[in-house]
């Protein structure tokens, strides 16, 4: 690394970690991800102070150049980060798709009762198949 170059890499990853901090303290970033990027923050602390940690993690990983290094773990990082968030997409996808589901039948329900009573059976015996899935709906996705 050359003279100039590790001053510029200490301050910028001092600055990443203070923003990191300062974001936490905000509530702009969640506390499940707080650590992730509180390590991220410190992993880049170390490698701009022991730039040979770098070199010998470039020659274990068989890399030509540090850079190289750098830009593999960015990439895995990211790559993992956007497995992560695609599951939680996916999960909340479904929560909405459940609760979406059980105000409807609730809205639905709450509409019968301010009609009034229901004037035959056959109608009641509906209305308790949908309190039977709302029940359902609430047995799977309890939070």
């Known amino acids: 690394m050359l003279a100039n170059q590790r001053p510029f890499a200490i301050l910028t990853a001092l600055v990443l970690t203070a923003l990191i901090v ?4 905000k509530r702009k970033l969640r506390e499940e991800y707080a650590l992730l990027w509180l390590i991220v923050g410190a992993g880049v602390i170390a490698l701009a102070v022991w730039y040979g940690a770098l070199l010998r993690l470039t020659s274990l990983i068989g890399a030509v150049a540090p850079t190289t290094t750098l830009f593999i773990f960015a990439i895995l990082f990211l790559l993992v980060l956007a497995i992560h968030f695609s599951i939680s997409h996916s999960r909340l996808s479904d929560q909405i798709k459940d609760l979406t589901q059980e105000l ?4 639905k329900e709450m509409e019968e009762l301010k009609s009034g009573p229901p004037s035959n059976q056959p109608e009641h015996k509906e209305q308790e198949h949908d309190h039977d899935q ?3 709906l609430r047995k799977r996705n309890p939070g």
């Open 22 to 25: 300062y974001l936490i303290r």
């Open 104 to 107: 409807a039948m609730i809205r």
């Open 134 to 136: 709302v029940s359902e």
